[in-house]
Each structure stands twice: as C-alpha cells, then as structure tokens.
C-alpha cells in the first residue's frame, strides 16, 4: 500500500525480480491518485487500485486477489482497525525514524526528519515494525540506524535513511515470510 514516489515499492519489486524475496506483488494500492508509485506498477504489469476510507471494498480488494502479507510502503493513511483485526501480524509498515522517536501522530515525512535536526540527534534511522491498532506503536521487526553528520539537513537526512529503508523492508518482508511459513 502506499501514497507517494514508491521508491520502497520499487526496492519491493527489485527484489521480488532478483529472487531475493520469494513472493509474488498481487496488487498495490494506493491511497491517492497520479502518484509515482501507480506509473512504477503499471511499469512492472502489477495491478492497483486507488482506495482511500472504503473499508468494505479494501476488505474485498484484499480478500479477493487472496492476499497474505499487506506492506504499508509510504502509505499515509491509517489502516482501519477491520482490517488489522482480518490481517493480524500480516501488515508491516516502514518508518524513517528510530521507534519509539519521532513517531506517531504528525510524524511523517520530512516532518521527521525536520524534527530530528532540530533536535540535534547524533543518530537516526529507520524501523520497520507490525501495524496494530495505535500508529506506529505494534512490535518492531528491523531497524537499522546512521549517524547523524553536523551538515546533515532534513533532506540529506531524508535521503540517506530512505536508502536504508530501501534494504530493510526486503529484509522484513523475508522475516515475515518464513514466520508465517507460507
Ligand atoms: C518513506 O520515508 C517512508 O518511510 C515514509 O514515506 C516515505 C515514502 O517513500 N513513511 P516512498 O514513497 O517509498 O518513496
């Protein structure tokens, strides 16, 4: 699922293309129209849909194309407590923050990012972790951290801990695969 560029969707299908993660992209959704992540699936002959607040139909999108492991991928929208009930302990979310830092309700983004020069942090990072029901609060599954460099700014931040991102969520999805021994 996912709402903006899709870079983590594209590291997704990179390695879904080298073998390295064992699985097949069913479907992506989108919570937004004209978004890059949308070009990217087209590109890749992977089907999506543009949803946003209609449970029922996200529940028979889902149910439908028989879906197993949900990954929120720059998806900013918050996912209906119907759904994690259905999906529990299949959906995982990336953040580019070190949980419990700079997250929940109005960190997203370069929000982060901007919030944690301000701070002066010496690391940051990113996590991927289980959705439950509060916002960035479900068990951790990878994270991975960097040093914070004096002439880092929010941008540069931003860059260089979405490459991170880019290698963990592979990883995570790979632990979450062979947990539910599919
Ligand atoms: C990533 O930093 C993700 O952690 C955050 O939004 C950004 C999305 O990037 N929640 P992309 O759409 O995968 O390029």
Do not use: W
């Amino acid at each position: 699922m996912v709402s903006g560029s899709g870079s983590n969707l594209q590291a997704i299908i990179d390695n879904v293309n080298l073998g390295y993660i064992k699985a097949n992209i069913e479907l992506v959704i989108s919570s937004k129209q004209d978004v890059y992540a949308l070009k990217r699936a087209k590109e890749n002959n992977i089907k999506s849909v543009v949803l946003k607040d209609d449970v029922k139909k996200m529940l028979e999108v889902l149910e439908e194309n028989d879906i197993d492991l949900i990954v929120l991928a720059g998806y900013l929208s918050i996912v209906d407590k119907k759904i994690i009930e259905r999906y529990e302990n299949r959906i995982i979310n990336i953040h580019p923050s070190l949980i419990p830092k700079y997250c929940g309700k109005g960190y997203y983004g370069i929000k982060v990012h901007k919030q944690v020069i301000r701070n002066k942090e010496k690391v940051s990072g990113a996590t991927v972790h289980y959705v439950d029901n509060g916002i960035d609060t479900g068990e951790i599954i990878i994270q991975e951290h960097l040093q914070v460099n004096e002439d880092d700014t929010a941008q540069t931040l931003q860059k260089r801990i979405l490459e991170i991102e880019h290698k963990i969520l592979p990883k995570a999805i790979n632990i979450v695969i062979e947990k539910l021994k599919f």
